[in-house]
């Protein structure tokens, strides 16, 4: 899709509304002028009436506003038209060429959906979807929409300053987000110190680290020790230091964003939810989708619903990249983890179908295809993305 082209026609429609609204505007102030002056000539004693009136209509045919006004608006449906054609060249509204008839199992997607909503909070739509696609009430979607749901008052809680339901949740969780090497726990006592110490109160500051911080002392000793420094700036903390770390708001916004990572990382779901992933991706592909519909599948004469795989690449980007994909160069075949990449002495990467049949034997060496050093299959090594 050229945006650039998109851009020129845009603003050449803009250009045009820009000069029309121009020309409007000075044709009814011309109009508006001559009719001001016609009252002011009728106000006075001694005037001619018939007169005034009969200059004024010649007046106005000469300005004929009329006629500007219908070439002005006409020059203006011109452009607007040509824009309309070009963004119907490079936007197909028939979104239907892209679709692929699936078979989806119905009860998944209505999970699914109804998960996106109670993981956004919006637990009373959930239920209302539930009910309307006639889904069972599983005892496991009530316990996930409460766990949800609680996610959401810890979050709103910390927008307002309130950092107690997460230090409860965190203390409750510390082991689990020990293992997931997050220091959460920590940032938030941070946050609590912090708002504790901007209140020039240097001594419950100094409580508080002896109280709460003791039980995570030994695990973030450098991290207490710039706390008990904090204590020096009490009553001017804005001034120190660590002002731009601490008190920025985006500082809090990296906690709430990985406070949510870490909850929903703790219930076993992703970060970012599955249906909203799959209609970014979708939206993404969908240009390329419909290109290959309309020109490559147009020349080649072939049905969409009969192919196995596409004809071209599918560039979605690295956000929507969830596994491997690492493409052996001999087999042209994607990774896996039956078939995992395979490092050799040399340097050189293939899959382990590859290597296994340029040896045909583990006791025997065999030649990369690609330089003309020798490895044997005990050399090479498992290569994890």
Request: charged residues 25%; hydrophobic residues 40%; aromatic residues 8%.
């Amino acid at each position: 899709m050229e945006l650039s082209t998109l851009k020129d026609a845009f603003d050449r429609a803009s250009k045009k509304q820009k000069v029309s609204s121009s020309k409007v505007q000075e044709v009814i102030d011309q109009v508006g002028r001559e009719i001001e002056s016609a009252i002011l000539k009728l106000q006075s004693v001694d005037s001619d009436q018939k007169s005034i009136f009969i200059d004024l209509r010649n007046k106005l045919v000469e300005i004929s506003p009329m006629s500007q006004l219908e070439g002005s608006q006409k020059d203006l449906h011109i452009g607007l038209s040509k824009y309309a054609r070009i963004l119907e060249k490079h936007f197909n509204p028939d979104i239907s060429k892209a679709y692929r008839n699936v078979d989806f199992d119905s009860h998944t997607v209505n999970q699914i959906i109804a998960t996106h909503l109670y993981r956004h909070g919006l637990s009373d739509l959930g239920d209302f979807f539930m009910h309307e696609s006639k889904e069972p009430s599983v005892i496991a979607n009530a316990a996930l929409k409460l766990q949800f749901l609680e996610m959401y008052k810890i979050l709103d809680a910390m927008r307002s300053r309130n950092l107690e339901p997460a230090l409860n949740w965190a203390a409750t969780h510390r082991d689990q987000l020990l293992q997931n090497g997050s220091k959460l726990e920590l940032k938030l006592q941070q946050l609590q110190f912090v708002e504790i110490l901007q209140k020039q109160d240097k001594k419950q500051a100094l409580a508080y680290v002896r109280g709460h911080l003791a039980p995570i002392a030994s695990i973030h000793k450098v991290e207490i020790q710039k706390l008990m420094t904090c204590l020096l700036w009490a009553g001017r903390f804005d001034q120190s230091p660590y002002a731009d770390e601490l008190l920025s708001e985006t500082h809090w916004d990296k906690i709430i964003e990985e406070l949510t990572q870490q909850y929903c990382s703790l219930l076993g779901h992703s970060y970012e939810s599955p249906l909203s992933v799959a209609v970014a991706a979708g939206f993404q592909g969908l240009p390329t989708l419909l290109k290959m519909a309309s020109v490559v599948m147009a020349a080649k004469k072939q049905e969409w619903q009969e192919m196995k795989q596409l004809p071209m690449p599918l560039d979605l980007g690295r956000e929507f990249q969830f596994h491997s994909s690492f493409v052996c160069p001999v087999l042209r075949e994607q990774g896996n983890k039956e078939n995992p990449p395979m490092l050799m002495p040399c340097g050189h990467v293939l899959s382990k179908q590859s290597i296994l049949k340029l040896s045909k034997s583990s006791s025997r060496a065999f030649k990369c295809p690609y330089c003309p050093l020798e490895s044997f299959v005990t050399q090479c090594r498992e290569l994890h993305f």
